[in-house]
């Protein structure tokens, strides 16, 4: 995916939808530290992500995810 930009509020479910290689497993593969971001930022109540990488405690209680 190129230039996705988007926000989800606290308590909500979001999901993203596309044709096959789109890029959606990759996006939340980074959102939660499975593969490092490829460009851009990614944060998490006010966290980076690439801070989450070192400290994967940090996404208890924040991210559900359902591949």
């Known amino acids: 995916m190129k230039g996705v930009s988007f926000g989800v509020k606290q308590g909500e479910c979001f999901a993203l939808l596309g044709v096959s290689g789109a890029?959606?497993?990759s996006t939340f593969n980074?959102?939660?530290?499975?593969?490092?971001?490829?460009?851009?930022?990614?944060?998490?109540?006010?966290?980076?992500?690439?801070?989450?990488?070192?400290?994967?405690?940090l996404l208890v209680g924040k991210v559900g995810y359902c591949p």
């Open 23 to 25: 890029g959606k497993s």
């Open 30 to 57: 980074m959102i939660v530290g499975e593969e490092n971001l490829s460009g851009g930022m990614c944060t998490l109540d006010g966290v980076s992500v690439e801070d989450i990488y070192k400290r994967p405690e």
